[in-house]
């Protein structure tokens, strides 16, 4: 090779030494995983580890400042693995860093409170919101990020991946290989990050058997299996019972049948949890129906086999379902419905949590409830008292930017959006709504100038505020007041009064400017019950499908079975 400068020759001759740095080891972490084994071995007869074995495996095998998952999902939980950690000497094992999706269990809590976990990364908290906050203002837990579900699940394959992973399934054979059944959620993700990695991957187990009905994870993945002492704990968290639906709330679900739904014929859809999309299900059947709407809305969502669904289902509203998790008492009522599920050859349902919120990210619309909403339109369940976090609530409920393929829903959204804003490059919109009563329990009020969220950023030293669902993603909300479409504004100040205009009688609604709210309503951005047909005097318990479990249980043929706590017959 020739230099350009001065024509001398730099290429070098074959024959002269090169600076060769040298050769660096590329597999240190399976050396590692090898001598954990080799630690653990005396612990386990081969990959079977006895319960009363699993303290002194996992003094073995767990090394300080070990980034562990623990699997919490919404409903599934590894809770024998869990409280074993939980019961480790910190004078051994200290400084983990905890990546897990749901907090939900004291357990999962106490690593940090005994000084054997140090730094947390999660998704969502539930009841354990209160315990965790203290937590937090103790210095007990160093906070990394409050994840979505997909957001922590990618950071599994970038720069958060497990060194030791904790599962939970129904059922291992001899080789390791897991049998998971319906309730499958993250274990595919925690297990595919954790084996692909020379990750350890312990299993809890329900049973032992010759044969699983199918291996939802191969033996050649788990490092370790152990029989628990009882079945892993699930939470039916997406049971509601009809009895508990308030006529508020039927009357805001017949706003969002006819003002949304109807409107915008959405079909690809996801709920979130609460009463309120509750009462949506229940009235498909009925008022849905008494409009013309079946085969027209809710064809398919992704959620959970909630039973609430069950009369919309055998009412033909609803055609398919992919689901994150599973609920208990749902079982045989999904094995005898495989042409509404995903079902595995074994007849039981396979849900997979990070596909799900894949698919309910590219739907046509996600309704939700939340605790705060301030006059942006942004929206949090983290307040100062409680740090609930977010699950799958800001996939679900954020744009789509990078759909490609197109439905009437999506498609009249953007040109709503486009009309309002003046854009020029036509493109869909994908429906964003948050839906919630203007006083929440014990008359606090849900909308708020500034969200709690600020105050939180500065007190655990966040980057940014954990916002649950971001203002310029939301196009609609909806108040037993009406329904704001602020996708449809043309300014911040339209927007502001748009949100105010719905708010009723709260200190921010109250703060309305009276005139404009008045042209917003006039130019169908703010919509009262009346101007979209909706009788509020018809807003009764009388238009549900089902107003009692039992009726659930009457809509299914028997195969709905709620747990004890939900039955009163």
């Known amino acids: 090779m020739m230099s350009a400068a001065n024509g001398i020759s730099t290429e070098l001759h074959p024959s002269e030494p090169r600076n060769v740095p040298e050769q660096l080891p590329w597999d240190t972490l399976a050396q590692n995983t090898r001598a954990r084994l080799n630690r653990g071995a005396a612990h386990a007869n081969g ?43 910190p004078a051994l094992v200290h400084d983990l860093h905890i990546i897990q999706s749901n907090i939900a269990l004291p357990t999962q809590l106490d690593v940090f409170e005994r000084g054997i ?16 906050a203290r937590l937090i203002k103790a210095g007990k837990i160093q906070v990394g990020a409050i994840h979505t579900y997909l957001e922590l699940y990618a950071r599994y394959f970038m720069d958060l991946t497990p060194r030791v992973s904790f599962i939970a399934a129904q059922s291992a054979d001899r080789n390791g290989n897991l049998y998971t059944g319906p309730n499958t959620e993250d274990t595919p ?50 049971t509601r019972d009809p009895a508990q639906i308030s006529e508020t709330q039927i009357l805001m679900a017949m706003m969002v049948i006819k003002g949304l739904y109807a409107r915008y014929r959405v079909n690809r859809l996801n709920h979130g949890i609460g009463f309120d999309t509750a009462a949506i299900e229940l009235l498909l059947p009925t008022y849905a129906e008494s409009l013309g709407l079946r085969g027209q809305i809710c064809t398919y969502l992704t959620m959970n086999p909630c039973p609430t669904l069950i009369p919309a289902i055998e009412s033909g509203f609803v055609k398919g ?9 749902m079982e045989e009522y999904v094995h005898a419905r495989p042409d509404v599920f995903f079902n595995g050859p074994d007849g039981s349902m396979r849900s997979n949590r990070t596909l799900c919120q894949i ?14 909403i301030d006059v942006q339109g942004n929206s949090s369940t983290a307040t100062l008292n409680r740090i609930t976090g977010f699950g799958g609530a800001p996939n679900f409920g954020s744009e789509s930017r990078a ?23 036509p493109r869909g919109r994908k429906l964003v709504v948050q839906m919630v009563e203007t ?8 909308f708020t100038e500034r969200l709690d969220a600020w105050q939180l950023m500065d007190e655990l030293k966040l980057d940014l505020p954990p916002v649950m669902v971001y203002g310029d993603d939301v196009t609609h909300l909806v108040t037993e007041e009406g329904i704001a479409h602020l996708h449809c504004c043309a300014t911040m100040a339209e927007r502001e009064q748009a949100i105010r205009g719905v708010a009723g009688y709260t200190p921010v609604g109250l703060a309305r400017n009276v005139r404009m709210v008045a042209e917003l309503r006039a130019r169908g951005i703010i919509q009262r019950p009346e101007d979209i047909g909706v009788d509020p005097s018809l807003a009764t318990r009388d238009l549900l499908a089902a107003r009692s479990m039992k009726d659930l249980v009457r809509w299914s043929g028997g195969l709905y079975q709620p747990p004890n706590r939900f039955r009163n017959w």
């Open 321 to 329: 379902i992919h689901c994150a998790g599973s609920e208990v008492g």
């Open 403 to 425: 759909r490609r393929h197109a439905s009437y829903a999506w498609l009249k959204a953007g040109q709503e959006a486009a009309e309002a804003s003046g854009a020029q490059m």
């Open 117 to 132: 976990a140090r730094t947390l990364d999660f998704c969502y908290s539930g009841e354990q919101g209160v315990r965790l």
């Open 359 to 372: 698919a309910g990210h590219y739907a046509d619309l996600f309704i939700g409830s939340t605790l705060q």
């Open 47 to 89: 990959k079977l580890v006895g319960a009363a074995s699993m303290q002194s495996l996992l003094h073995a095998v767990i090394e300080p400042g070990d980034r562990v998952c623990v699997e919490g999902n919404n409903q599934k939980h590894a809770d024998f693995l869990a409280q074993e950690l939980a019961r480790l000497d």
């Open 189 to 238: 993700t925690i297990a595919e990050a954790t084996a692909f990695k020379n990750g350890i991957l312990i299993a809890q187990v329900n049973e032992m058997v010759d044969v699983v009905p199918r291996v939802d994870v191969p033996g050649d993945w788990v490092s370790y299996v152990v029989v628990a002492p009882k079945p892993h704990y699930i939470e039916p968290i997406f």
């Open 439 to 446: 006083f929440r329990d014990k008359m606090q009020p849900a």
